[in-house]
């Protein structure tokens, strides 16, 4: 059975920084793509940032692009979501996902999801 556990969220104020960690279990962990989405109240969850299984390539959404970086240390099972100059605007709850080999930006092709983390930035 896969599964993600999501840790490191909290409250910050705007300009601040907080680290995410992702536990995966059940799974291969270093032959799986790995990925950092968010839903703010009332929208619609959105894509922030993906990992190749290597490591070896990101993605990020324009919006984090700069601010936020995403890694992964395969011998802990884990990746992390690392949040700077964070704004009032990223404040959401964060899911890591996993999917196959191949990257993708959908949340519709990620097979496996953490129960989330609230974030919320004060201005």
């Known amino acids: 059975q896969v599964q993600l556990v999501e840790s490191g969220g909290g409250l910050v104020q705007a300009g601040g920084s907080l680290r995410l960690s992702c536990a995966v279990s059940?799974?291969?962990?270093?032959?799986?793509?790995m990925g950092w989405f968010r839903q703010a109240p009332g929208k619609e969850r959105e894509f922030v940032a993906a990992?190749?299984?290597?490591?070896?390539?990101?993605y990020y959404a324009d919006s984090v692009k700069g601010r936020f970086t995403i890694s992964r240390d395969n011998a802990k099972n884990t990746v992390y979501l690392h949040l700077n100059s964070l704004k009032p605007e990223d404040t959401a709850v964060y899911y890591c996902?996993?999917?196959?080999?191949?990257?993708?930006?959908?949340?519709?092709?990620?097979?496996?999801w953490g129960q989330g983390t609230q974030v919320t930035v004060s201005s």
């Open positions: 059940g799974r291969t962990f270093s032959g799986y793509t």
């Open positions: 990992i190749t299984w290597s490591g070896g390539s990101t």
């Open positions: 996902a996993t999917r196959g080999k191949y990257i993708s930006l959908g949340s519709s092709d990620y097979d496996y």
